[in-house]
C-alpha cells in the first residue's frame, strides 16, 4: 500500500502541470456552482434586473431625487465634497432611522427605491 503511494505521488510530480490544470478547473467549477445555487435559492435572482426579458421595466426604475445618489469616489477632497458626503449620509441615516426593522414593509418596492412598473413574466421556452 506504502509503495501505490510512493508511485502515485511521483507519477504526481511528474505530471505536475495537467494536474496542477485539472485541479484547478475542478475548485473553479466547483465554487461558481455553489455561487450560482447560493444566487437562485437566496432570491437575489428575483431582484437582478439584468436578466433578458427585463429591458421594459429597466426603464421603469427610476432612481429618487432626494439626495441619494452614489457619491463620487474620484475628485478632490475638499470642504465642498466633506459637506456633500455627510448630506448624503444624514438623508440615508434619517430614511433608515424612520423604517422599523421588523416591519414586512422593510423589503417593499418604495423603501428599495423600485418604481412599481408592470409585471414581467420569463418566457418559458
Do not use: C
Not at 426579458?53 to 421603469?60: I, L, M, P, S, T
Not at 477632497?77 to 426593522?101: K, V
Request: net charge negative; aromatic share 8%; no cysteine.
Amino acid at each position: 500500500m506504502v509503495e501505490r503511494i510512493k508511485q502515485f505521488g511521483q507519477w504526481i510530480l511528474r505530471h505536475q502541470w495537467p494536474v496542477f490544470i485539472i485541479t484547478v478547473m475542478i475548485v473553479a467549477t466547483t465554487l461558481t456552482s455553489i455561487s450560482l445555487w447560493l444566487y437562485q435559492v437566496g432570491g437575489a435572482v428575483k431582484l437582478d434586473l439584468s436578466r433578458p426579458g427585463y429591458e421594459k421595466v429597466r426603464d421603469d426604475v427610476k432612481g429618487s431625487s432626494d439626495n441619494t445618489k452614489p457619491f463620487s469616489p474620484t475628485g478632490t477632497l475638499d470642504n465642498t465634497a466633506l459637506i456633500d458626503f455627510r448630506s448624503r449620509y444624514e438623508t440615508i441615516t434619517t430614511r433608515l432611522d424612520q423604517m422599523n426593522n421588523y416591519d414586512n414593509t422593510v423589503m417593499s418596492d418604495e423603501n428599495l427605491g423600485l418604481a412599481i412598473g408592470p409585471t414581467v413574466t420569463e418566457p418559458i421556452e
